[in-house]
């Protein structure tokens, strides 16, 4: 779906887009996070307002995603006069390409997975350790 606007239009989420929310989020995404990025993937220079449209979040929800998203180093926020007034508004965009962001999803998740694995080995060692635990036997 597609929103005129008097300055652009934006790209709303198809059906297909949920089970792509649903990969980012087992991969370690934030739900709300992941909306918010395929928003930003989607569509150029959104303010906080045109995300809310598009992902169908709260304000609040919103501006958590995107801290969540800046604080991975995958978004940047320009400021922009809005028409005469002196007023400005936040834009936000994505700083890098999506396969980059998905390569910095996938080495955080491999990065987990090693330590979990570390922790399951100083299990081992300290249960031998402690018990002469030398592993199960069927």
């Excluded at 959104?46 to 995300?51: A, D, G």
């Excluded at 929800?61 to 006069?81: F, K, M, P, T």
């Excluded at 090693?114 to 031998?128: D, H, Q, W």
Aim: proline share 1%.
């Amino acid at each position: 779906m597609v929103l005129s606007q008097g300055y652009g239009t934006l790209s709303f989420f198809s059906s297909k887009d949920e089970s792509i929310f649903d990969m980012l989020i087992r991969a370690g995404l934030k739900p709300n996070s992941s909306r918010v990025l395929l928003s930003l993937h989607y569509n150029t220079g959104l303010t906080s307002r045109e995300i809310e449209k598009i992902t169908g979040l709260r304000q609040p929800e919103v501006s958590i995603a995107i801290h969540d998203l800046i604080n991975r180093g995958w978004i940047l926020v320009s400021e922009q006069c809005k028409g005469d007034s002196v007023r400005t508004m936040k834009h936000y965009r994505l700083l890098h390409s999506i396969d980059i962001v998905l390569d910095s999803i996938r080495t955080e998740t491999e990065d987990v997975c090693k330590n979990r694995v570390a922790i399951l080995e100083t299990i081992r060692v300290r249960l031998s350790e402690i018990h002469g635990y030398t592993g199960f036997t069927d």
